[in-house]
């Protein structure tokens, strides 16, 4: 009975301290690759937005998010540095998830009838 409490401390805090761990480690991953970027660069930032470095400061990114639309983002706002595989990745993602376009439920041919016999109307005054 006496064990159970330092037990029940080891069994709290060890996987606590691995946690803290694991997190650390992501962290200075983060920071490296913020630290390595490069003019070129394909990112995508925290908020979701694509972009290429076109300028870098020691704080802050210039991103070009369009054709002559350039931004200036802190560089703790880089996410990700985007490569050729991540967004072949995607794209075949949203290809699966979009619907085939012949892939639509038939639809009744008096259904459709009903539908284009009724006028369509729509009202701007009240009445």
Same mark, same amino acid.
């Given at each position: 009975m006496? $064990? %159970?409490? #330092? $037990? %029940? %401390? +080891?069994a709290l805090?060890?996987?606590?301290?691995?946690? +803290?761990?694991?997190?650390k480690?992501?962290?200075? @991953? +983060?920071?490296?690759?913020q630290e390595?970027? @490069?003019?070129?660069?394909?990112? &995508?930032t925290?908020s979701g937005?694509y972009?290429? =470095? =076109?300028? %870098?400061?020691e704080?802050? +990114?210039?991103?070009?998010?369009?054709?002559? =639309?350039? &931004?200036?983002? $802190?560089? @703790?706002s880089?996410?990700? =540095? *985007?490569?050729?595989e991540?967004? /072949?990745?995607e794209?075949a !993602?949203?290809?699966a998830?979009? #619907?085939?376009l012949?892939a639509? !439920?038939?639809?009744d /041919?008096? !259904? *459709?009838?009903? !539908?284009?016999? /009724?006028?369509?109307?729509?009202?701007?005054?009240k009445?």
């Amino acid at each position: 009975m006496e $064990l %159970l409490f #330092p $037990l %029940l %401390l +080891v069994a709290l805090f060890v996987p606590m301290f691995l946690g +803290v761990r694991r997190q650390k480690r992501e962290s200075e @991953k +983060v920071a490296a690759m913020q630290e390595g970027l @490069k003019i070129g660069d394909a990112v &995508t930032t925290t908020s979701g937005l694509y972009g290429t =470095v =076109v300028d %870098l400061d020691e704080d802050t +990114v210039d991103l070009e998010i369009a054709e002559d =639309v350039v &931004t200036t983002w $802190l560089r @703790k706002s880089i996410l990700t =540095v *985007r490569t050729e595989e991540t967004e /072949a990745d995607e794209s075949a !993602e949203t290809a699966a998830e979009e #619907p085939a376009l012949g892939a639509a !439920e038939p639809v009744d /041919a008096a !259904e *459709r009838a009903s !539908e284009t016999d /009724a006028p369509s109307q729509t009202r701007l005054t009240k009445d």
